[in-house]
């Protein structure tokens, strides 16, 4: 299984290719910007995210750093 995640956002989806899963998660972020636009909040959600408006455009958060980390999985939690 593949997580796409638009952290700005905080907008996920899945899929079982990287490719299905960014595709999904394009559908996501569009029908959850479409939702706040609808409830008359996508402004403030997109600056709470950190987008800024210049010449008409929206300019994204800048991205500092990205680490990908992996860690152990206790025995007990691991058990389904």
């Not at 402004?43 to 800048?62: M, T």
């Amino acid at each position: 299984m593949f997580v796409a995640y638009a952290r700005e956002l905080d907008v996920s989806s899945c899929a079982g290719t990287p490719e299905k899963a960014k595709k999904n998660l394009l559908e996501a972020v569009g029908l959850f910007l479409e939702e706040a636009e609808r409830m008359g909040t996508l402004s403030q959600i997109l600056r709470e995210a950190g987008y800024r408006k210049r010449r008409q455009k929206l300019q994204g958060p800048k991205l500092v750093s990205l680490r990908k980390v992996s860690l152990p999985l206790l025995l007990e939690h691991a058990k389904t």
